[in-house]
């Protein structure tokens, strides 16, 4: 039997985006070639709401809910019913599918605690669940902390096509095997990809085949790039029981500092994870909650011209890489770029320790996504100079260390 | 092997405070005797944030943090550095041990985080753990999620004496049997009982013999009735790698809507618990974390105005209660009153139900806090008149419904 120990050694955070302050810096001058490169910081590993503000509207939202006084403070565990009821229509029209306000809509402390409630809501110790390979790197955390086995499911993370590229034959393999749960962002942290309308509908129909459950962290999906198209897996006739949706408004409309998030779908898991939540952090703050008020009623062209900022920068960090030798693909929601380094003299973890000790820039090693120690992950939603400046700095580095 | 599905039926939040909004009425109707009884509704099940509003200075201190913008909405998963260093100083004074700023100090989403994370920290599957009965109705939920096997220890809830009346013997014994953790609410919840200096050094002495890891949730302590003593576990000569101890100001200072808690300690465990942090939330929300920066810097004499204005409540309803034929120890911290029912003719949930339909108040059932059908517990923190006015409800309720 596991210790309470053992299970921790699967949960370094050291690595992860925003723990930097905690890394030692080690013996990493040690390794230093050239001199110190000269910019102001740029911390990738998280968008800058300072460069990127938050969605007009939230701290007022929140001063009315402290007013509003006990009835904002101890809401139902799954959260305030009205806010839940708007949420729950603006969310069937973005998606395409009814929303049940009451019976399938939970709010949570962020994605991450909706991503964590959903799966221990579904994973018991021993079972099976089919990860994308490259992902967000809590995903296979959660499941290990649940005592669930990650299997992999690998994504083309270099490709061109027009589709995501995920192995649909090694995904078929993973649930004839016996995995009951399915996880995958959509879009694609660490790399941007949207999957195909055909990935989407295969996905759900071997869902239904095998009787898997499948989580969609739709995340990102509001940030996407002119032409693009993006389809929701709930709306694709899989079984209303066989899906649960994560969104929140921390990422493109900046409110990361709020703390929100939301799933809805299958209202038997939505049951369950209150029943977690109760125990794990009670509610979603409940002043926190009144924000959900202002999302998806930004004003008209905030999105499209919080889209066309983004995708400027992308434009120009993606020319960069690639010039620079860092292949890259192209992200088509979302602000993440996982590049591609060459072979470095240097191991990952000591790059990724050089580049913010010597060119004063953070970024997270592609190790936290899969075993991928040649990439990094940035979050591009900074302002656009000291990103593109960063952007040199980082293509210098690799140079630098090239092997 | 369990399924998902099974853990959750130890995890029923129906009769948890707060969600009665989700219980049906069934057929209450037809067990009803007598008249409706007029008056506005009460809630016992927490604390009334509009009758004792919120400590001066939150909303503000929250506001800052708005402006302040990114450095305060991406804090370290354990919370911002300096937020922590100023209340390790004021707590390391508070509860009389030294407190470290960095190594042993975690911010977390309430107190409820904080209880989640720390057995997260300490409880594999298997594992016993020690826990008092009656006690806060998560503790047993936390341990039975985690696979863990809760061992009751019994306290006299229905005593007079000094005392919290622990059963130090059982305790001995369940730690003699192989309990590594015992985790206790002091003052004590649902009865408000605190334990003696003696009861204190005597878990510690025990812990201490027995290797045992304790946690001890003071939420409540710093809402002491005049005359009373509190012993801090923590300065008891307990290696400090054997205690973890969390507060918030949730309860008495009335900042629940903000979610807010901190666990402080042993450093090994504090760091598993920010590990653990990282896959369920995150952080605290940065925002909020903030207004911690007003805790336990309240304007002068306002916390002793709280008490007293709480005692005042306290001694109006135990009179009431203990004249009505419904025995209730003194609560000698906090706000929470347990007191026992004379033998009714319909179950207990019955009668919950009835109070709520029938009497226009809310209650929660003693059976959350262990084997407790003849107990009712009751957040007292309420507007006097109507704390009072419903008190006598439940008196002439207990009057009509008995056997």
């Known amino acids: 039997m596991p210790s309470a120990f053992d299970r921790f050694a699967a949960l370094a955070t050291d690595s992860a985006p925003g723990q930097e302050v905690r890394q030692s810096t080690g013996d990493v001058g040690a390794l230093m070639r050239g001199e110190p490169m000269a910019g102001p910081l740029v911390d990738f590993s998280h968008g800058d709401v300072d460069a990127f503000t938050p969605a007009p509207g939230a701290l007022e939202a929140f001063s009315q809910a402290v007013e509003a006084g006990g009835r904002q403070a101890y809401t139902e565990y799954r959260g305030a019913a009205d ?53 967000y790197f809590a995903n296979r955390k959660i499941v290990q902390f649940l005592g669930g086995v990650p299997v992999p499911v690998p994504m083309d993370y270099l490709g061109t096509s027009t589709e995501a590229g995920l192995e649909l034959d090694r995904l078929r393999d993973v649930f004839a095997a016996g995995a009951k749960v399915f996880l995958f962002s959509n879009p694609n942290n660490p790399t ?135 292949p890259t693909r192209t992200p088509k929601a979302g602000s993440y770029l996982f590049p591609t380094l060459p072979d470095l003299a240097v191991s990952l973890s000591d790059f990724v320790r050089l580049l913010r000790h010597q060119a004063q820039v953070i970024v997270t090693p592609g190790t936290e996504f899969g075993p991928h120690d040649h990439s990094i992950r940035l979050n591009f939603s900074q302002g656009h100079a000291s990103a593109v400046a960063a952007a040199r700095r980082i293509v210098a580095m690799a140079q630098l260390y090239r092997r």
């Open 192 to 326: 941007g990809v949207v999957y195909s309308a055909r990935e989407i509908r295969a996905i759900a129909d071997l869902a239904g085949q095998f009787d898997v459950t499948v989580v969609a962290d739709q995340l990102y999906s509001r940030l996407l790039y002119d032409g693009e198209t993006y389809t929701h897996l709930r709306a694709c006739g899989l079984a209303d029981e066989r899906v649960v949706t994560i969104m929140g408004p921390s990422k493109t409309e900046s409110l990361s500092g709020y703390r929100l998030g939301i799933a809805f779908g299958a209202p038997s898991i939505i049951d369950r994870m209150e029943k977690l939540q109760a125990i794990v952090s009670l509610r979603a703050a409940g002043y926190n909650q009144a924000v959900l008020r202002t999302w998806f009623c930004e004003p008209e062209g905030w999105m499209a011209n919080r889209i066309r900022l983004h995708q400027a920068v992308r434009d120009d960090m993606l020319q960069l890489f690639r010039a620079g030798g860092l």
């Open 83 to 135: 806010i839940r009821a708007a949420l729950a229509e603006r969310l069937a029209v973005f998606t395409g599918a009814p929303v049940s306000p009451d019976a399938g809509t939970i709010v949570t402390p962020g994605t991450q605690g909706a991503l964590f409630l959903a799966l221990g809501a579904l994973v018991a110790p021993g079972d099976k669940v089919a990860i994308v390979q490259p992902d």
